[in-house]
């Protein structure tokens, strides 16, 4: 069965510098998604993608955020400047629609934990 | 706004004996709503998905849910618990906000034991 990738699984970085993380969404999906998951907290929403460019983003989704489809299969999320707060499990999600209502599922990869130093 | 509650931080069953986890949204739309399930190290998982139709969702290992809109409650059950469900389960709400904006909100998450 196809399934979300991320890489890496575990990122530790410096305050103040830049990470990227990396998700394989299913091949076949259009919509692509981040969200965030502070240790303790609840899951949330940080941005969608499609047709190459950002449909939603959230209060969180600040200018020191950005995504980026850099090829035919990868999906990227960049921090510029992280700050200690920033440290959280990252997910990645796909879907073939909207993946917003009960016909179009998202598909979540196993996440990548960022801890910020 | 839509905001979701799962009223149960943690749970524990033995094997064997029924499952219950409770789920309770607010909404001002008619919403969609999801459970997943996060086993150790794995991605999300949906479980099953309510899309105004059915009111009893069946899904994958077991597991169903109610749609109770007079209660605004979708809780999930299991009729006997396995040692594999230990596991995190998530309910989430979609939902149309005031912004005209979907998105999806996630409850804080119900840790589920299973005893043998």
């Known amino acids: 069965e196809p399934e979300v990738t991320q890489t890496p699984s575990h990122q530790v970085t410096q305050m103040g510098q830049e990470v990227i993380l990396r998700c394989v969404p299913i091949?076949?999906?259009?919509?692509f998604y981040w969200y965030r998951q502070i240790l303790g907290q609840k899951v949330e929403f940080l941005v969608s993608?499609?047709?190459?460019?950002?449909?939603?983003k959230s209060e969180i989704f600040d200018d020191q955020f950005s995504v980026e489809r850099p090829d035919g299969s990868n999906f990227t999320l960049k921090i510029r400047s992280t700050k200690l707060e920033d440290s959280a499990m990252y997910f990645c999600?796909?879907?073939?629609?909207?993946?917003?209502?009960?016909?179009?599922?998202?598909?979540f990869g196993p996440g990548t934990r960022l801890t910020v130093l | 706004a839509q905001s979701v509650t799962q009223l149960d931080s943690h749970v524990s069953v033995s094997e064997g004996t029924p499952v219950l986890l409770r789920c309770n949204y607010s909404?001002?739309?008619?919403?969609?709503l999801f459970w997943y399930v996060q086993h150790p190290n794995k991605g999300l998982q949906l479980l099953l998905k309510?899309?105004?139709?059915?009111?009893l969702v069946k899904g994958i290992n077991g597991f169903e849910a109610e749609f109770k809109k007079s209660e605004t409650s979708f809780h999930l059950t299991k009729p006997s618990a396995h040692m594999s469900d230990a596991a995190e389960y998530f309910c989430?709400?979609?939902?149309?906000?005031?912004?005209?904006?979907?998105?999806?909100?996630f409850g804080s998450g119900t840790r589920l034991q299973v005893q043998p």
């Open positions: 999600a796909s879907s073939q629609g909207p993946g917003l209502t009960g016909t179009d599922t998202q598909y």
């Open positions: 091949s076949n999906h259009l919509y």
């Open positions: 993608f499609y047709n190459n460019e950002i449909s939603e």
């Open positions: 909404s001002s739309y008619s919403p969609s």
């Open positions: 309510y899309t105004s139709a059915a009111t």
């Open positions: 989430v709400v979609s939902d149309r906000l005031d912004t005209g904006r979907r998105a999806l909100t």
